[in-house]
């Protein structure tokens, strides 16, 4: 005999898990994937119809007409990377717009996260304007140990949980992103920015960035 459910409702539920998932909170992020997993399994669901059921790409101007340093550009793929997003500029007579894709709870993920540590950093600086010798050098290397905790993160988190569901998500999210600037933007050109840096000033901003928390909770 067949239990009748709400598709829909099982289906939202298991998207909500799947945005939990992605929290930095490790504790939550593995109990959100586990009862997705779960659920999944329990009413036989294929992740392929969670991915037909909301493709929600949203698209947030996030900074607007002002001076970005090369180790914010460095703080934007570093969040990108860590939310499963995608950062465009667009550049129309002589304005600039950063923009944020992706699923809409990783744009604002992106979003909060990128202002938190923005502000962060600037906030630690202040403390080392006497000492440093190299201010954007230092501000580079505190983004730079950032990303490398994000990246361990995320491979010991992958180590230790589910790791084939989290890959599915992975790609299906980066397919999304990909196609959707493809179709509005066509093909777009991938830049690095990076500047020499003064040895001592960045391998102090590493040892600080190490320090810097990354639980950063998003509402």
């Known amino acids: 005999m067949k239990t009748h459910y709400d598709e829909t409702m099982i289906i939202d539920k298991i998207k909500k898990l799947l945005a939990l998932s992605k929290s930095p909170n490790e504790k939550e992020a593995a109990s959100a994937l586990q009862k997705a997993k779960a659920l999944l399994t329990k009413y036989g669901i294929d992740f392929s119809e969670i991915n037909k059921a909301n493709i929600n790409i949203l698209e947030k101007v996030f900074i607007k007409n002002k001076e970005i340093s090369n180790w914010q550009y460095k703080l934007i793929e570093c969040i990108t990377y860590s939310t499963f ?14 923009k944020i894709i992706g699923r809409k709870v990783n744009v604002i993920t992106a979003m909060n996260l ?6 962060t950093v ?22 730079e140990k950032i990303q490398q905790r994000l990246k361990h993160s995320e491979n010991t988190y992958n180590a230790n949980n589910e790791k084939e569901l989290i890959i ?12 959707y600037i493809k179709n509005k933007y066509g093909d777009v050109e991938n830049k690095n920015y990076h500047d020499p840096v003064e040895e ?15 639980n950063k909770q998003v509402q």
């Open 85 to 98: 997003t995608e950062a465009i500029i667009e550049v129309n007579d002589k304005e600039q717009e950063i």
């Open 114 to 119: 990128y202002e938190y540590l923005d502000t």
């Open 122 to 143: 600037f906030q630690i600086s202040k403390k080392y304007t006497s000492i440093v010798r190299d201010m954007e050098s230092f501000r580079y290397g505190m983004v």
């Open 168 to 179: 599915v998500i992975n790609r299906e999210t980066e397919k999304e992103n990909t196609e």
């Open 200 to 214: 001592n000033s960045y391998g102090l901003g590493k040892i600080i960035g190490g320090k810097i928390s990354l």
